[in-house]
């Protein structure tokens, strides 16, 4: 180990240890303490002044004799790397703080040192064991990752594929560190990168052992709940192609002790307790088994049961293993059976019959069961349980043993079986895992017991320890072999380190009189015993051996010094393990047995004899025969090999094997014993690191030259330490002459080929120049940035003093003049005020006197004026009072009558009032009120009227009267004056002036009364009025509040409604979107299945090319497949009426001969799983698409149905049964006119072949049109409604289905020149020379008319039945206002509930309904192509045959008879003709032999395509439809074969990806589906097939698209795959922003831009060119877009797995080289105007976790913004950042443990996968939208380079 001075660099310590520098002191809990010098060190002194980490100040004492220096500390910037051997300083402190600040802070659990991986047991389930790691660390370099098992793993099996040499993986540790688990991880990657090279899932079986093995050879100890108690050595077999063939195991020494003992809190073996637990199951019930509290032999540990872990369910998979491995259920059964059996044995209870024997108690229960479960006799068994037989030379002799022996003999029986059974698994285990095939290579894991060393060890630790010593010198020479291979590279100085050799221990225990010799010859002494044993090694070793020593205090043990520990071994035991000795009797009885599996686990038993001597009394002396004697003496020489003699041949087979291969080392750690998840105890880890050789690699590697760095790194990290000066073009020399200049002391560097080469603690040194360099710098930039600062502040001071100065200074003036002017004013303002004083006391002086005046003189104006008013008073009442006598008389009879009338009225209106207000009360009045309130209102208002009127009436009668009474009085008066001036006439007549006072004062009664009675009507009149008006407002008010009710129910109506509208529309947008992302699940499990068939294609072929190679030479029959065949099961069907299908078949037959059978049918029967698999997938994704569809129409047919589309739907069948009765009628007249033609010129027969034809063809022509003519009305009022509901179909994959049909109404074209050939036909002279009947003319006629007649009335039928349908749309329309009326009358929410059952109610019966009739529609469809076809054949029979009946002279005729031939060679159609024998060539020039780069540069996109359509156009034209199958099929399978051959090339896939697209709209072009026909000219359609329906073969295109597709996936994801890492994380894009750190022995690839090494140039070069060439090849724009964003997919998620699984990409820098990175992607995104095709969105988990390296990550408010901002991140994605984050520089800061509990506290709630690296095997699903072409067919040429003159254009 490196000490102080060993330690020390080129400057003296005191330079070293001076104020502030940390150091490591030795501490007694911590094993090792953190402390600080607060003085400096000078040579000489003996102690040194330190401050600890809690602040304490201490004191340390060097030592006297070697004045050794503490071990100094690493800088912070070291602390937490991957690889020990990166630390500059390398000592036990350094090496247990790293792996503590990795395992506590960072959690994790791997750490490299030097070739040894580190993994410290977490005791917690981590995710970083899955697919997703497996992937990400398959196929790259070691130290490119951060450490890992799978690294370690990759490793290997990079090796053993380069090297050509086998490889080992050695894992070690103590029990609880973690071996079995790592173990199994190592093998489960081998199992997953590799795969099998069978069928037979060997990766499988592999993985199947391991639960196995734990079952049997796994218990729960103290240290480890699944502790591996043997060892085992698995070897991995491989083939040339290096994937799994096989598998073979080794074991060693199984503790078999643990069978029948078990310490406090262990248990037995986990086999045992599955069974206990399972015990209640049927199969196990006649194993007679309980809980395992029962037995003894696994009850001793008192803790049965391990948390967490089901037994039951550990037993199921137990016995699936068992299946899997091909342990049949009766081998099993018998095996649990004798595990039981076991069990039983543990409890059979032993007697003691006196001192010297035993017995066992009759009907023993357990050994009842053990005797039925194995199949032995009872008393055979009882009898030799308590007995032993003895053999001398001349006799035999049993005899009985004590109760202690018999025990023990129990004992080691059961532990045997339990050898046996184990022995047994192993074996059968290693047969199924045996390799069919010859191994090419293997890998081997070792794991293999730690070293051990406990309170009492036995020969089980001696054994464990000596193998150990052997690992430990293999490790030992394996680390200086490739130390000194490293420096022979380097080419520099090599010397000899000097390390730990054990060899001598390993002599101590298996030389020749070594401690194993001695023990074997023990035991071979008849007499022989653990003391006599350990004189013998008292006497041999003690005085000759310096490793060999005797304890003090004892006699029967001894210590080993051994390369961990000293050991102390206790001798008892020693002798009886090493015999491993079984009564032989015992082992008969067993071989005796009815159990099969038991005589066979014991048929090689080798006889064991117990030692031979002379045996006490009391024995039994059987007869025996000489031959017997001979043999038995025979056996008693043959000795069974010892355990110890038998281990060490094993370990040295084991040795040998591991010194063959190339050694992988994982040292296990277990952190403590408490089992506490991330818990590091310190001295419990540095005794195992002192244990397993971490610290002996760090002693050699220490020695040497540990830290090494290339020229290029070196120049980067330290080139802030060189001056401009120093910088030269060379960098080797650069660095030569700075490190002069750094270090003067030239042994602590050496200068290799491509590396310098430092000694320990000279990159702290440099990292020490560097540190203070950049300090230096950084307190010049803030001394000059804080004298900027101040001096920035002081002139801000400066400038506001004078401001403040100059502003005081104005105040102070400006207060001046204002006083000056202040005073002035007060000075004018006291004159002006002095002056008002005085005008004001003049003024109210001349006010007073005038107001004076002017009282005197109104007070006497108004004397004089009430004098005159008083007399004008008096004369004014003697006149009136006058008059008022006279209207009294008038007055009174008036107002009696006004009265009278008034008391009538007002009984009346009460009575009208008293009605109103009845009304008003009730609810119909309401109603009423609500129906028609503005009439009321109006004749309420109109009576007003009339009132006011009758008002206006009465007042004017008043007027009438007054003017009377007027009139009266002034007569009145005349009377008065007459009386006055016969006064006094009447002087005399007292009487009548007495009369007359008496009449006055009645008039004056009169006068009151009638005033009283005026007041009373006015009074009610004012009242009747008040309430009218009070009234009035009220019904008024009712009105407005009705009027109000009125438009809160309208707007609530509305509103529910809307909201019914609303909520129906989310639904269905809902329902939608639910249904697209189906529909992308659907495609993709559909794509990812046509993956899966594809791989499975092809390793059919493998397959077959295989047995083709292995088959002998063919015979001469033997015809070879076609270059074109493919053996896709999907084609076949197709290919499955042409030759080439037979000739595979005897192709098949003939290779089948020399084919596994089984292999043959598992083969064919997985291929018919697939091929049932993807028809139904493919039925399941229409279906989908259906419901889509169907979705989407249905809600367009909601918001489009109105009247005007039912009035549309029937004008177009009145005007389509109209065209098609004038075009039948015109039909019908010219066939009867042709008939007429010809009946005088004479005609064929009734019975003839043309009047045959002509009838045949005019009944299907009557029931095509009849059907034909249905369909179109249905479907054109369908589309009417539905017009934009068809629109957006277009960008689906295929067209909709039910809209097919619609435009297929050029077959009733095709039936219409069909006819009119037929007519041109009877018109010939080959059917003149027979005359027509006249009678039959006749007949044929009224047929005609009578097949017309029909068809008419079919029509008006069908009339009628559209009529009744548009009657019951009609009942339906009003029904369903009918229902909306009774929905408004019901409350809200059962408004809505009610019209959402309705709504759903119909829409399902509308989905049923048009689904009948869809089905309708396929099935008459089908059945018209049928008889078409039928006809068609038919006609082209008939007229061949005509032709050939044609004579000579007829011949000469026709060709004499002159015929107009229209011109039209240059008029072509857009088809080629080909021959049938010209396809193979046709295919082989267009496909297979075809070069894109020429065809994508020269000629038009797509033109293989075109070419391929146009053949395919003329084979529909001449109506061949094996021609047509043909070429299709030959074309799909040339495609495959040509990508199969070139399928690595991007350029062809790409080429043929454009091209299939290509051809799949060519077909949905011009397919004659008005869907895909929107965009066409008249012209294309014309060229629209005419004769098949190529739906299926657009499926089976659309499918080989697919497969294009993600091959160019593939394709392109291979190409970039190597650049994505080095390009987008560690190219320094930005020179010098990140520097390099120092790293250790395994070397990280470069982050210098190296010669060779990719950049983001490279990558976004390869992005350009990927771009180019799909332009060129005129792939489709959308699918474009669909690819660029799979490669930034693929970018995005390699980039961020790379950067989650390596910590020194983790950092401020780097995560400004990645934004900036994916700034250059976006950028070029929008230079190629692909920036709305999603790309941007896949990369924003990347761009979160760059952010997330560069945010502030202290504070609550910092946690708060990285859980907001990082929304695309896991949770345990943005951990995984956190943890990894590392400073580049000593100026960043680490992430606190605390703000990483915070976050995961924040995080908590999230709902998301656990998964940490994202997938990149995903693609996601393509879809090929149509996209028709311009390009006019009959314009391509066909260019000379292509070899096709064989083509014809027509």
């Known amino acids: 180990m490196e000490k102080g001075h060993d330690s020390s660099t080129s400057m003296a310590a005191s330079e070293l240890y001076t104020k502030f520098a940390r150091v490591w002191i030795p501490d007694a809990d911590e094993v090792w303490k953190s402390a600080e010098l607060t003085k400096n060190y000078k040579h000489g002194d003996s102690t040194l002044h330190l401050t600890l980490e809690d602040g304490m100040d201490i004191e340390h004492k060097l030592d006297d004799k070697t004045k050794n220096l503490p071990h100094l500390r690493n800088p912070d910037i070291l602390v937490g790397e991957n690889d020990l051997t990166a630390l500059s300083y390398l000592h036990e402190p350094a090496v247990l703080h790293n792996l503590k600040v990795r395992f506590t802070d960072s959690k994790l659990i791997y750490t490299y040192c030097g070739i040894v991986l580190v993994a410290i047991n977490p005791y917690e389930n981590l995710p970083i064991y899955g697919s997703d790691i497996i992937n990400a660390y398959s196929g790259q370099n070691m130290g490119d990752m951060d450490p890992h098992i799978f ?114 809190e262990e248990r037995n073996y986990h086999i045992f307790y599955q069974l206990c637990a399972s015990s209640h199951l049927p199969e196990f019930k006649n194993l007679k088994l309980g809980s395992a509290d029962v037995f003894h032999c696994t009850n001793q540990g008192r803790n049965p049961v391990i948390d967490g872990v089901d037994d039951a369910k550990e037993m199921c998979t137990t016995q699936h293993a068992f299946s899997l491995l091909g342990i049949n259920e009766l081998n099993q059964k018998g095996l649990f059976q004798v595990l039981a059996a076991i069990l039983h044995l543990g409890n059979v209870e032993i007697k003691d019959r006196d001192s010297d024997s035993s017995i066992i108690p009759p009907n023993n229960r357990h050994l009842t069961v053990f005797c039925e479960l194995m199949g032995v006799t009872y008393q055979d068994m009882s009898h030799w349980l308590c007995h032993k037989k003895l053999k001398t030379a001349q006799e035999t002799y049993i005899k009985p043993i004590p109760r202690l022996q018999a025990s023990n003999a129990r004992d080691a029986l059961a532990k045997h079986i339990y050898a046996k059974v184990f022995n047994w698994i192993v074996d059968h285990v290693n047969k199924s895992l045996r390799a069919t095939v010859k191994q090419h290579s293997f890998i081997g894991v070792l794991d293999i017991y730690g070293f051990e060393t406990f309170e009492i060890n036995s020969f089980e630790q001696f054994c464990i320890n000596y193998a150990n010593e052997k690992l430990q010198q293999q490790f030992n020479m394996h680390v200086f072999k490739l130390e000194q291979e490293e420096y022979l590279k380097e080419q520099i100085p090599w010397t000899l380190i000097d390390f730990y050799d054990n060899q001598p221990c390993i002599n101590l225990i298996e030389a020749k009189m070594g401690v194993l010799d001695l023990l074997d010859e023990e035991c071979k002494m008849p007499k022989g015993s653990d003391d006599s044993w350990a004189q013998k090694l008292y006497n041999t070793h003690l005085k000759t051996c310096s490793l060999f020593e005797k304890p003090r205090m004892s006699n029967k043990a001894f210590i080993i010094q051994h390369f961990a520990d000293k050991v102390q071994y206790q001798c008892d035991g020693f002798l009886e393990k090493n015999k491993d000795t079984v009564n032989e009797e015992q082992i008969n009885v067993l071989k005796a047995s009815k159990l099969d599996l038991l005589v066979e686990l014991f048929q090689d038993e080798e006889k064991v004899t117990s030692p031979t001597g002379t045996a006490p009394g009391g024995r039994t002396r059987l007869s025996v025969k000489p031959k017997q004697i001979r043999s038995a003496g025979a056996s008693s020489k043959e000795h069974k090999k010892t355990v110890g003699c038998q281990f060490r041949n094993s370990l040295a087979m084991l040795m040998e094997t591991l010194n063959a291969t190339t050694p992988h080392y994982v040292r296990c750690i277990k952190p403590n014993d408490l089992k506490f998840p991330f818990t590091f105890d310190p001295k419990r880890a540095v005794q195992q690191l002192r244990a397993c050789g971490v610290l002996e690699t760090i002693r050699i590697s220490a020695a040497g030259f540990p830290s090494r760095w290339t020229y290029q790194e070196f120049f980067s990290r330290y080139r802030v330490l060189m001056k401009q000066k120093d910088v030269l073009s060379d960098r080797r020399l650069t660095c030569r002459n700075v490190l002069e200049k750094l270090v003067q002391d030239q042994d602590k560097y050496q200068f290799g080929k491509t590396k310098i080469f430092f000694r320990a603690g000279q990159v702290a040194y440099l990292e020490k120049l560097r540190a203070d360099k950049l300090r230096k710098a950084c307190v010049r930039i803030q001394k000059t940035i804080r004298c900027w600062l101040v001096r920035k502040k002081y002139l801000r001071k400066k400038h506001a003093a004078i401001t403040i100065q100059r502003y005081t200074r104005g105040h102070q003036a400006r207060c001046l003049v204002k006083y000056m002017r202040q005073t002035l004013a007060a000075i004018t303002i006291q004159k002006f005020q002095r002056m008002c004083v005085q005008r004001k006391l003049y003024l109210q002086k001349q006010a007073a006197a005038l107001v004076m005046q002017t009282i005197l003189r109104a007070y006497m104006a108004r004397q004089k004026y009430q004098g005159l008013l008083r007399n004008h008073k008096a004369v004014f009442i003697q006149k009136h009072v006058r008059g008022w006598l006279a209207r009294q008389r008038y007055k009174r009879s008036l107002r009696a009558i006004v009265y009278l009338q008034c008391c009538i009225r007002r009984m009346k209106a009460k009575k009208e009032l008293k009605k109103l207000k009845i009304e008003a009360r009730s609810v119909e009045h309401f109603k009423k009120l609500n129906v028609g309130m503005e009439n009321k209102i109006m004749q309420l208002q109109r009576k007003l009227d009339e009132q006011a009127k009758d008002n206006r009436v009465t007042s004017e009668r008043l007027s009438c009267l007054e003017t009377s009474h007027a009139v009266e009085s002034d007569k009145l008066k005349v009377e008065v004056s007459k009386l006055k001036g016969i006064e006094e006439e009447a002087k005399n007549n007292a009487n009548r002036v007495t009369s007359l006072l008496e009449e006055l004062e009645r008039l004056r009664k009169e006068l009151t009364t009638t005033q009283k009675e005026k007041k009373t009507i006015e009074d009610w009149a004012t009242k009747y009025r008040d309430e009218m008006e009070k009234m009035v407002a009220e019904l008024k008010q009712q009105n407005g509040l009705l009027k109000t009710e009125k438009d809160d129910l309208n707007r609530m109506i509305k509103e529910q409604s809307q909201q019914m509208t609303e909520k129906m529309t989310r639904a269905l947008a809902e329902e939608t979107q639910q249904l697209e992302s189906d529909l992308n699940e659907e495609r993709s499990r559909y794509q990812n299945l046509l993956t899966e068939h594809l791989r499975l294609e092809e390793r059919y072929d493998d397959l077959k090319e295989e047995i083709t190679l292995s088959v002998s030479v063919p015979k001469p029959g033997h015809r070879r497949t076609d270059s074109t065949h493919s053996s896709n099961g999907s084609e076949c069907t197709y290919n499955s009426e042409f030759a080439e299908s037979e000739e595979s078949s005897r192709h098949g037959e003939d290779v089948t001969r020399g084919m596994d059978t089984s292999l043959t049918l598992k083969l064919q029967k997985r291929v018919t799983e697939l091929e049932q698999e993807k028809s139904s997938l493919r039925n399941e994704l229409e279906n989908k698409e259906e419901q889509f569809q169907r979705a989407r129409v249905r809600d367009d047919e909601e918001h489009k149905k109105s009247r005007g589309a039912e009035l549309e739907y029937e004008s177009l069948k009145r005007q389509e049964l109209d065209s098609e009765n004038k075009k039948l009628k015109h039909d019908l007249t010219a066939m009867r006119q042709s008939l007429l033609g010809n009946a005088g010129a004479g005609a064929g027969a009734p019975g003839s072949p043309p009047y045959k034809v002509l009838m045949d063809q005019l009944n299907s022509s009557c029931e095509e049109l009849e059907v034909r003519k249905e369909e179109v009305l249905i479907l054109r009022s369908q589309l009417v409604s539905q017009k934009e509901a068809m629109q957006h179909k277009e960008t689906m994959t295929e067209p909709v289905h039910y809209a097919e049909d619609v435009h297929k109404m050029k077959d009733s074209g095709a039936i219409t020149q069909a006819y009119l050939g037929l007519k041109e036909t009877n018109r010939s002279p080959r059917f003149l020379h027979k005359p027509l009947e006249a009678n039959e003319l006749l007949n044929r006629l009224r047929l005609l008319e009578g097949q017309m007649q029909q068809q008419r009335r079919s029509y008006d039928n069908e009339v009628e039945v559209l009529r009744g349908e548009l009657q019951s749309v009609k009942e339906e329309n009003n029904r369903q206002q009918q229902l909306l009326a009774q929905n408004l009358q019901l409350p809200p929410e059962a408004r809505i509930e009610a019209s959402l059952q309705h709504e759903i109610t119909r829409l ?106 146009m053949c395919l156009r003329h084979a529909d034209y001449v109506n061949d439809d094996q021609k047509v199958r043909t070429l299709l099929t030959s074309t799909i399978n040339s495609i495959k074969k040509i990508l199969k051959k070139r399928g690595d090339d991007f350029e062809t896939v790409s080429f043929w990806l454009s091209n299939t697209c290509r051809f799949l709209h060519c077909l949905k072009q011009y397919s004659g589906d008005e869907s895909f026909m929107k965009h066409n000219t008249p012209k294309q359609n014309d060229h629209c097939l005419s004769n098949f329906d190529l739906a299926e073969y657009r499926q089976v295109l659309s499918d080989l698209a697919i497969q294009i597709y993600q ?189 990483i509990r915070t976050i995961q506290t924040r995080l908590r709630d999230r709902c998301e996968t656990p998964q940490l690296l994202m997938d990149t095997k995903i693609i996601y699903p393509v879809t090929f939208p149509f996209n028709p072409s311009s390009l006019a067919l009959e314009t391509i040429q066909i260019p000379g380079s292509l070899n096709l003159a064989f083509l014809t254009r027509v």
């Open 151 to 264: 690294a370690v793993a990759e490793e290997a099996y990079k090796q053993m594929a380069r090297d050509e040499r086998n490889q080992s993986i050695i894992v070690s540790g103590e029990s609880g560190a973690g071996k079995t688990v790592s173990a199994k991880y190592a093998m489960r990657y081998f199992a997953t990168v590799s795969g099998a090279a069978t069928e037979a899932n060997v990766e499988e079986k592999v993985l199947a052992s391991n639960p196995i093995m734990e079952a049997i050879g796994n218990a729960k100890t103290t240290r480890n709940d699944n502790s591996s108690r043997f060892g085992k050595y698995i070897e991995i077999g491989f083939d040339k192609r290096y994937r799994i063939i096989g598998a073979n195991m080794r074991t060693y020494l199984l503790e078999k002790s643990r069978v029948v003992f078990q310490a406090d």
């Open 1404 to 1509: 399902t019966n509308e989905n049923l309904d048009l689904m009948e009739q869809l089905e309708k529609q396929d099935k008459t469809i089908r059945k018209l192509k049928k008889q078409l076809k039928v006809f068609s054949k038919k006609i082209g029979e008939m007229g061949a045959g005509h032709v050939e009946t044609i004579s000579p002279g007829q011949m000469v005729e026709e060709t004499v008879r002159p015929v107009n031939i229209p011109r039209r060679e240059k008029d072509f159609q857009g088809m080629l003709e080909y021959k049938k024998e010209d396809e193979l060539k046709l295919v082989k020039n267009l496909i297979l032999e075809l070069k894109p780069r020429g065809v994508a540069v020269n000629l038009i996109p797509g033109l293989p395509a075109y070419i391929l359509f």
């Open 1607 to 1795: 091959q160019l996936i593939k394709c392109m994801e291979n190409i970039l795959q190597p650049m994505i890492v080095s390009g987008m994380l560690e190219h320094e894009t930005i020179q010098g922003v990140s520097g390099v750190k120092p790293t250790g022995l395994r070397k990280r690839t470069s982050s210098i831009a190296d010669e060779g090494t990719y950049t983001l140039e490279s990558i976004l070069r390869q992005l350009s060119a990927f771009h180019s060439t799909m332009c060129q090849h005129g792939t489709d724009p959308e699918l474009i877009k669909q690819v660029v964003k799979q490669q930034f997919y693929i970018i995005g998620a390699v980039t961020l797995n790379n950067l989650l699984l390596r910590k020194d990409m983790c950092s401020w820098s780097k995560g400004m080289q990645i934004r900036y990175n994916v700034s250059q992607l976006e950028e070029w995104l929008r230079d190629k105007s692909l920036m709305l095709c999603g790309a941007k969105e896949t990369l924003e988990p990347l761009i979160q976790a760059a952010q997330l390296l560069q945010v502030k990550k202290k504070t609550d408010e910092d946690a708060e913004a990285i859980c907001s901002m990082c929304n695309s991140l896991s949770t345990s994605q943005i951990v995984k950042v956190l943890n990894l984050y590392t400073p580049v520089n000593e100026f960043e800061e680490r992430v606190s443990v605390t703000f």
